[in-house]
């Protein structure tokens, strides 16, 4: 596979995946998606390869998300791997590091908190963007929050949209370790070494223990299938995508009603 969103190789049993999209911060479409579905599969089926380590291009970003300018109907936009390559992300059977050099936002935050560790520059900011920006998340890859940071930080994450600091990441445990810029590869190398000096089939099983914790997710099928299929083509959706790329505020006015479930409606009456 030619790659143009990413850049990829392997090296003294690392296999590097880097989002090359500097020129939009390193946000994502279905392109890069498929790309890192392709580097994930490869990496997670070479013995040779012990750890994986994500990154992001540039001296601005890990990943800023989902590339709000792009053209929706594009097959660059679309891609078919999105939920695949998340699903790899958590499930290759070795350890997955996430770099993170400047912003981790969106889906970008989602990718590093489903990496098995994430080691930080201190220069670096997460935080979701999703009710603000008219992006429907929910289901797996949103309450899996809850297991690494818990309940509370979690909500608070992802219903109020803040950013934070390395600082704060690494407080809060979204990060396992915060280091000034210039130490952040020797830092991502150390972890690697670490990893490299243990057993590999051990690793596996390990990796396959913590997720079975939160696998019952993944088989549950996500809110916003279950009650706003169609959100994303919803006056409301257009108005927070438009409003953010244009920088603008957002029309309250285009804000959809908030109509209970029957689980819901039942305790209200």
Request: hydrophobic residues 35%; charged residues 25%.
């Amino acid at each position: 596979m030619a790659f143009t969103d990413i850049i990829y190789k392997k090296d003294d049993g690392i296999a590097w995946v880097t989002i090359n999209r500097p020129e939009v911060y390193n946000a994502i479409r279905g392109r890069t998606t498929d790309e890192m579905a392709h580097a994930l599969k490869d990496a997670g089926g070479d013995h040779d390869v012990r750890a994986i380590v994500i990154s992001g291009s540039g001296p601005n970003a890990f990943c800023s998300g989902r590339d709000q300018g792009e053209d929706r109907n594009s097959p660059e936009y679309s891609g078919s791997s999105e939920g695949m390559f998340m699903d790899l992300v958590k499930h290759v059977p070795k350890p997955v590091i996430a770099m993170v050099d400047g912003y981790a936002i969106g889906s970008g935050n989602i990718l590093a908190y489903s990496c098995d560790f994430t080691v930080a520059s201190s220069r670096s900011i997460f935080g979701q963007t999703g009710p603000r920006v008219g992006s429907p998340a929910s289901g797996a890859g949103v309450g899996y929050l809850a297991h690494v940071v818990g309940q509370k930080r979690a909500r608070e994450i992802w219903m109020l949209t803040q950013q934070y600091s390395a600082q704060q990441a690494l407080d809060m445990g979204l990060a396992n370790s915060v280091v000034p810029h210039e130490r952040l590869m020797d830092e991502t190398i150390r972890y690697c070494n670490l990893i490299k000096n243990n057993s590999p089939v051990i690793l596996q099983l390990q990796k396959i223990t913590f997720n079975e914790s939160a696998d019952y997710l993944e088989e549950i099928e996500s809110p916003t299938a279950r009650y706003a299929p169609d959100y994303s083509e919803t006056d409301e959706a257009e108005e927070r995508r438009l409003a953010f790329i244009e920088r603008r505020p957002i029309d309250p006015a285009k804000n959809l009603p908030v109509r209970p479930t029957e689980r819901q409606d039942a305790l209200l009456k």
